[in-house]
């Protein structure tokens, strides 16, 4: 009894810390805000929520005309802001320079850019093709590294800024089927833990977002050449809205948290692989070395069980081609 109320005070005590250390969020109330993949999926959500907040918003993809569909529907969430959208390839570095270069003597200076270009393509690694490998690696890789490098400069000159990477829950952990996009998006963590480093004493905030699986045109996409298996280690995870995780990155980036995770699973997966990452308290600190060990038996479990699930679809096929036989 009595540790049990020990640990009830501790638990209470850490919650009022954790609400009390809470860094408020930065407005975007007149500023520009620049979203690379903002025509679709997660970067739209993320460029109406910038509107909603007051700012000028541009959005950056290929197609044309879903940059013009995406937006009038941000449009209507403006007061009397400008919505500008480029076509530009992200993986093009000479292009995209030259592009921001021109939105910010046309709109004014970037105060956040939020990476949310990429794509997912799935399958055993033996099927991948070249061409499959080139663009996974182009548009999440260099797609992300390219437009913050032709804004990194201004932000430092400026002493302020925010930059966002849209990593997934396969940064912090591989999965069968993703070993290309896993290996990416493993890259963006590299990317963005180094790069905080870089802008710290710039006073210029790095966001690695982190979403699970999200019910976008991207997703659907992906959905496609989503080996069996893949479909069934990522059932249990459900699917989220777009505006769901864009509101939680759009909270993580504004209070400079490092990392966006989103749901208990996000929580315990990023708790778990926390590693040598920035953090904002002391209090995040205490929790998560105190989670981590018993974290770690709890994952244990999970790897075992994504093996079997591995291996019953194995025994499936197996017997599956013996019938056909
Ligand atoms: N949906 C999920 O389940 C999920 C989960 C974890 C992480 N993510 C990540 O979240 C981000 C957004 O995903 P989403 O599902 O919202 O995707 P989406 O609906 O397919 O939207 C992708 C956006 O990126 C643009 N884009 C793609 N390739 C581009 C290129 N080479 N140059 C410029 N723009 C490009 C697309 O427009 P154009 O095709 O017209 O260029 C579109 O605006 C991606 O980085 C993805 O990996 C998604
Ligand atoms: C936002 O747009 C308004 C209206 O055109 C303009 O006056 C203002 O300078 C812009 N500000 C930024 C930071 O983009
Ligand atoms: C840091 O950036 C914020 C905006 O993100 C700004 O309000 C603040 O004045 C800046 N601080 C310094 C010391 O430049
Ligand atoms: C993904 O594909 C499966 C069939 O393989 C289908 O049942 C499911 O509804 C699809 N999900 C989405 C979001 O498209």
Known sequence: MFYISIVVVLIFIVV????????????????????????????KAVAVLAARKGANVTIIARNIEKLEAAKKEIESQTANQIVTTISVDVSDKEAIEEKILEIEKSVGPVFMLVNCAGLAICGKLEEMTKKDINQLINVNLLGTIYPIQA????????????????????????????????????ALRGLAESLYQELKLYN??????????????????ENK???????????SGGLLAPEAVAQKLMDDALRGHFFSHVGLEGFIVTTLCIGMSPFCSL????????????LRLIAAFYVKHFEGIIFKCSMEKKNNQKKEE
Do not use: N, W
């Open 16 to 43: 009022v810390l954790k609400f009390l250390t809470k860094p408020s969020p930065k407005s975007l109330k007149s500023r520009h805000v620049v979203i690379t993949g903002g025509s679709s999926g997660i970067g």
């Open 151 to 186: 804004l990194l400069p201004r932000f430092k000159e400026r002493q302020e800024g925010i930059v966002v990477l849209t990593g997934s829950v396969v940064s912090l952990m591989g999965l069968f089927g993703y070993s290309i996009y896993s290996s990416c998006k493993f």
């Open 204 to 221: 210029v905030s790095v966001t690695l977002a982190l979403p699970p699986d999200t019910d976008t045109p991207g997703f659907e996409t």
């Open 225 to 235: 050449s989503k080996p069996k298996e893949t479909k069934l280690l990522s059932e």
């Open 283 to 294: 209090v995040d600190v205490a929790i998560e070395a105190t989670l981590l060990g018993p």
